[in-house]
């Protein structure tokens, strides 16, 4: 089962195998289409550490189900790689045919809860495994919500049983930007499915926030996962980054604070 601290699986530590296995306590994998592609990739890590996959492309939000060849792809890279769970955004980003490659909020009403809701419950019947949903960034709220969007994410956990994969740094951008109480966020959440965090550095333009996943995560973010820790049975933290990343040893800053966080409050898998 994946615990302790997780970084999300790069090409470019492909080569530094060693390194990875003696830092890191599970890796997160992008699920791809190319199922083929996967295998190869995680030849070295798979029978090694423990894998959770996340997915980008179901758009469960939407009113019609995934299309079959997602699924499909999905349910043999769970084969292959017997991931302790699989994740999903809680989003759409397809309507019929037309797909983009962006993350949309969804409205926080009862009819958006039964909508993805039954789209998570015939996923995970079909993968056999709970998935955690994750909370994206967003820039604007839908008019006519009837939750907030910490009672929209509860909703969906009971509606569909599963779990929330938290990030907190999404967290912080989204409160920042939308204006909400971060603390209040964390307190409306079901504690008891909160499975995974994810964790990242963020940018700052002219005001703006951009979730960037650059290394250098903030004080205010690892206080939310902090929190989690504290107040959560959540046991495994994942640290995105994609931005400025060229070698794996870039990541070591970040993993180390991670480290002793999460060593503060669960017994840690690496001594
Ligand atoms: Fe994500
Ligand atoms: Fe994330």
Redesign the pocket.
Known sequence: MAKGIGVGLREEFIEEREAVLRHVDFLEINQKADVEQTKEELAGFVTEIPIVI?S?NLSLGSITPPPAHRVEALVETVLAVNPSWVSE?LSYSRFDDIEIDNFIALPYTEEAVEVAGANIKRIQERIGRRMAM?NITHTFIWPGNQFSEAEFLKKITERADCGLLL?VTNLYLNAKTIGYDPYEFLETLPKDRIMQL?LAGHTEVNGVLYDTHVGGIHPEVLGYAEWVLNNTSCEALVIERDADLIEFHDLLPDLEFCRNLYNKYRKGVHV
């Open positions: 996340h980008l955004h994750e990030d994810h």
